[in-house]
């Protein structure tokens, strides 16, 4: 972020890579799978009915939304610098009659406060970030999680990316996906763990969490 830029001015990847796919984001994700990767992803965070839940870079708000239909008693927040994909999002709560709180915001200047939330999740969107806009962001979740609470992210990972995930996802920052367990132990997260890579038609997608002491 340049100096003196404010939110409005700041740049950044939309969901489908470009905003006139924006349409279309929520057919190729039910395409691909992608509920059965954020199903995954909600399960392995075993979030509590007292728990304060937050989705950076929430996009139209499928994860926040499935978050919810989970757990209806935790406080669930989705983030995203997208306003378009936001109005979706919400058009999609008022839809299913679900309350969450939708926010723009950027995920390397989260808007809450220190220890604001027990677990922070993210589904394909650290691939949107520069190596250093990750590491921001890994300090920034780490910052806002209480003691005890835990990241939870899913996202194209792996050492190399060839074929059509790579065209697909060219503005992405595929080439540094694999570094993401060292960048999260350099943010000061404890027992990082990666799984193992699950195959999917896009390519490898590798589920990450740790824990902030």
């Known amino acids: 972020m340049s100096a003196g830029a404010t939110n409005e001015q700041r740049t950044y990847v939309p969901a489908a890579g470009y905003h ?9 994700a039910k395409l691909v799978g992608s509920e059965a990767a ?6 392995q965070a075993d979030i509590q009915r007292d728990h304060h839940v937050l989705d950076i870079g929430c996009g139209t708000g499928n994860l926040t939304l499935l978050v919810k239909r989970f757990h209806p008693h935790a406080d669930v927040v989705g983030l995203d610098p997208d306003e378009k994909a936001l109005a979706r999002a919400r058009r999609k709560t008022d839809q299913r009659v679900l309350a969450v709180r939708l926010d723009r915001g950027f995920s390397d200047e989260l808007p809450y406060a220190d220890a604001s939330f027990d677990r922070v999740l993210s589904a394909f969107m ?3 970030l520069a190596p250093d806009a990750k590491g921001r962001t890994l300090r920034e979740v780490r910052r806002v999680l209480r003691s005890g609470g835990a990241f939870h992210a899913l996202d194209f990972g792996g050492a190399g990316h060839h074929g059509l995930l790579a065209h ?17 132990r350099e943010a000061g997260f404890a027992e990082v763990i990666e799984l193992a890579p699950a195959a999917t038609i896009l390519g490898p997608v590798s589920y990450w969490h740790a824990t902030r002491n």
């Open 20 to 28: 006139w796919l924006l349409p279309l984001y929520d057919v190729f």
């Open 126 to 128: 650290l691939h949107h």
């Open 168 to 184: 697909v996802f060219h503005r992405g920052h595929l080439g540094d996906q694999h570094r993401i367990p060292a960048l999260m």
């Open 38 to 43: 954020h199903r995954r992803l909600v399960e």
